[in-house]
């Protein structure tokens, strides 16, 4: 159980990652250009670099809990 709240937790990780690095870029590009946009860049790439994991399979383990459980069990 622990370990499907855990993969529960990575896959929701990288999901927010992804849309933080999104709308940051977004950000970045509207409002600055140039060297300050290189800058922020390389800022918000550093920050936002997940590590790597097998989402596909976590969010597949979360599903089968859910199916075996019959329920939402979280």
């Known amino acids: 159980?622990?370990?499907r709240q855990l993969d529960m937790a990575r896959v929701y990780l990288s999901d927010?990652?992804?849309l933080v690095e999104k709308s940051g870029r977004e950000a970045i590009a509207?409002?600055?250009?140039?060297?300050?946009?290189?800058?922020?860049?390389?800022?918000?790439k550093r920050f936002t670099k997940p590590d790597l994991f097998?989402?596909?399979?976590?969010?597949?383990?979360?599903a089968a809990g859910l199916i075996e459980a019959?329920?939402?069990?979280?």
């Open 1 to 3: 159980a622990m370990s």
């Open 16 to 18: 927010a990652i992804d």
């Open 30 to 44: 509207s409002m600055t250009e140039g060297d300050e946009q290189r800058l922020l860049s390389m800022g918000l």
């Open 54 to 62: 097998n989402v596909k399979d976590a969010r597949r383990r979360v």
């Open 70 to 74: 019959n329920e939402y069990a979280y």
